[in-house]
């Protein structure tokens, strides 16, 4: 098992350029988080999907920011326009989920870290 | 609501023991712990779920107060492998499967 992928694994781009990060989760699970990882804020959740529908979306910071997962081994977080506050890292993460409170672990990806100049 | 651990930081030798804890402001459904290095995604270490369970792995335990919305974790005769930041995260009970990770506890094991 390859664990989730994610690309880029480093990003650096101009303030107010569209970033794209993207995911593959484990083949099985059906629950996919999108977290942000800052000094400041720590780990904080963006979105969760569970069987590719959008759950819980509140932790997204704005308008800015939206993500989407078209099937069951896919996920894209974009930022447009991105800003240097947006700059973080990027984690995505799948566990096996029947949509509540679950027994297995999460499994997160390497990560993306953004910088946005 | 953020969980909150303590310490936020901890020196140890190799050898000695250190025990991490995490509150929660809300009921919990379960908790989990993971370790994360520099650089790195963090790793899931253990979960515990409501009922007071504790776990174990290796040299590294946990338990879980669920009428104090409590978990702490043990490392006892502590490894140079085991440093690294711990994060708990927790799991309420009408909030699906997302986890809400506390600010984590930085871990340093010294020869």
């Known amino acids: 098992d390859a664990g989730v992928i994610q690309s880029p694994r480093h990003e650096v781009t101009e303030m107010g350029q569209e970033v794209t990060l993207r995911c593959k989760p484990i083949?099985?699970?059906?629950?996919l988080f999108w977290y942000r990882q800052t000094m400041m804020r720590g780990l904080e959740l963006l979105i969760y999907f569970n069987n590719n529908v959008p759950i819980d979306d509140s932790g997204m910071p704005e308008d800015r920011f939206s993500a989407k997962m078209p099937n069951a081994s896919f996920s894209t977080l974009k930022i447009q326009p991105s800003e240097p506050r947006d700059s973080a890292v990027y984690f995505c993460?799948?566990?096996?989920?029947?949509?509540?409170?679950?027994?297995?672990?999460?499994?997160f990806g390497s990560g993306t870290r953004l910088t946005v100049v | 609501q953020q969980p909150v651990q303590s310490p936020q930081a901890v020196i140890l030798r190799e050898g000695e023991d250190a025990v991490i804890n995490c509150s929660s402001s809300?009921?919990?459904?379960?908790v989990h712990w993971y370790r994360q290095k520099h650089g790195e995604a963090p790793v899931f270490l253990m979960i515990l779920l409501k009922g007071g369970e504790q776990k174990g792995h290796d040299k590294i335990s946990a338990s879980f107060n669920e009428k104090k919305q409590q978990s702490s974790l043990y490392l006892t005769a502590s490894q140079l492998s085991y440093s690294g930041t711990y994060f708990c995260?927790?799991?309420?009970?009408?909030?699906?499967?997302?986890?809400?990770f506390g600010g984590g506890t930085r871990l340093m094991v010294k020869p």
């Open positions: 809300k009921a919990l459904y379960s």
């Open positions: 083949s099985g699970h059906n629950s």
């Open positions: 995260g927790t799991q309420n009970n009408n909030a699906g499967n997302m986890l809400t």
């Open positions: 993460a799948s566990s096996l989920s029947g949509g509540r409170p679950t027994n297995y672990g999460y499994t």
